[in-house]
């Protein structure tokens, strides 16, 4: 795998130079993230779930949100958030036309060295989805958004750190 690009950004989301994807984890250089969120019906009670694949370098075999990963340097988180839709869960199909909201925007500081700005997408589709294996390691589920919150908080060894922070911060805008 080649070792992508990033935009290497400050507190306040100002981009101060570029580092690769080794340089930006190995040396706690703050990068850009995005994530979706992908409901099944509009009462967003039913969340999509994808696990990682047990190859994957960071948290393999670990539950996170539908769709997400790194924005490469240059690229806009929305651009980002629609790719990253395609790659894992359209694999090899035309990719619908997903309505993508912007919900939240923060600093998902979710280990020692991986230092993030994460922009929170939702979307409602229903699917069908064909997930990409190199990625996804099991077919993506719905689940119960409520299950989810409550599941992290009691057994959060089962989800990568940055969708613990994401689904919380998640949670407290729907509340706001």
């Known amino acids: 795998m ?5 935009d290497v950004v400050n507190e306040d989301d100002r981009v101060v130079g570029k580092a690769t994807w080794t340089e930006c984890h190995r040396k706690g250089l703050r990068h850009r993230t995005s994530c979706v969120l992908i409901f099944k019906d509009r009462t967003r009670r039913e969340i999509l779930l994808q696990k990682r694949s047990t190859d994957m370098e960071q948290d393999p075999g670990l539950w996170q949100h539908s769709a ?3 924005v490469m340097a240059g690229e806009t988180a929305r651009k980002a ?10 694999a090899g199909m035309r990719m619908p036309d997903i309505k993508l909201r912007r919900v939240l925007k923060f600093a998902n500081d979710n280990l020692a060295k991986n ?3 994460t922009t929170v997408f ?3 589709h229903p699917g069908p989805f064909r ?3 190199k990625e996804v390691g099991a077919k993506p589920v719905w689940t119960d958004l409520d299950f989810v919150l409550k599941d992290v908080r009691k057994n959060p060894g089962n989800y990568t750190v940055s969708f613990r922070n994401i689904i919380r911060e998640y949670a407290k805008s729907r509340k706001a």
Not at 2 to 6: R, V
Not at 81 to 90: G, N, P, Q, V, Y
């Open 2 to 6: 080649e070792d992508e690009t990033y």
């Open 68 to 70: 997400g990963g790194h």
């Open 81 to 90: 958030a629609e790719t990253e839709m395609k790659e894992e869960l359209f």
């Open 115 to 117: 230092k993030e700005i």
């Open 122 to 124: 939702e979307a409602v």
């Open 131 to 133: 997930h990409d294996r």
